[in-house]
């Protein structure tokens, strides 16, 4: 997944131990239902907030 990312121009991610459930019912959701959003919106999440941890860096 994380070479998708990077492959797209996007930040690399790390799952939260604590997001593991959500991580996990969002594959299931896609094998089970063939709906991508649960895992989309769960990696756009961490996308937004590793970028917006290189934006504080940058501005400081």
């Known amino acids: 997944m994380n070479l998708d ?3 797209c121009g996007y930040p ?3 799952v939260k131990f ?3 459930r959500k991580y ?3 594959f299931d959701a896609y094998y089970r ?6 895992m989309a ?3 756009a999440g961490y996308v ?3 970028l917006d941890d290189y934006l504080k860096i ?3």
Request: proline share 4%.
């Open 5 to 7: 990312l990077i492959r």
């Open 12 to 14: 690399p991610v790390n």
């Open 18 to 20: 604590t997001d593991r």
């Open 24 to 26: 996990y019912d969002a």
């Open 33 to 38: 239902d063939s709906d991508a959003w649960a």
């Open 41 to 43: 919106d769960l990696i």
């Open 48 to 50: 937004n907030e590793r």
């Open 58 to 60: 940058l501005s400081e």
